[in-house]
């Protein structure tokens, strides 16, 4: 069964740092890239950072210097370490998986993705 489950959000002072998960079953990174988006209110959902199967990366500029991606093969699990949060930061950040979209997922990964889980975690900054 194919399966994505987001954790490790919540709310922190601006500054502060979470490290987001994202365990997945069903496929392994040799599938695709895996990554996450994030979406505020009002705002469109848009891509964070993504991860190949060697391990390559990729951020949106924004986040460069402060979020860092990694993935652990032997835990089916990606990481996104976020530090010197800002306020503009806060959003609920989903996982994505190419191997989700091969297996004929197509909405949007700003939103849960059904059977294949993916709910998402909400990270709130403050100041």
């Known amino acids: 069964e194919v399966q994505i489950v987001e954790s490790g959000g919540g709310s922190v002072q601006t500054g502060g740092s979470l490290r987001l998960s994202c365990t997945f079953s069903?496929?392994?990174?040799?599938?695709?890239?895996m990554g996450w988006y994030r979406q505020a209110p009002g705002n469109e959902c848009e891509m964070v950072s993504s991860?190949?199967?060697?391990?390559?990366?990729a951020y949106r500029d924004s986040v460069k210097g402060r979020f860092t991606i990694s993935q652990d093969n032997a835990k089916n699990t990606i990481y996104l370490q976020m530090n010197n949060l800002k306020s503009e930061d806060t959003a609920m950040y989903y996982c994505?998986?190419?191997?989700?979209?091969?297996?004929?997922?197509?909405?949007?990964?700003?939103?849960?993705?059904?059977?294949?889980g993916g709910k998402g975690t909400q990270v709130t900054v403050s100041s």
């Open positions: 994505a998986a190419d191997a989700i979209r091969r297996r004929g997922f197509s909405g949007s990964w700003c939103a849960p993705k059904g059977d294949y």
């Open positions: 991860i190949s199967f060697t391990g390559n990366p």
């Open positions: 069903g496929f392994t990174l040799r599938e695709g890239n």
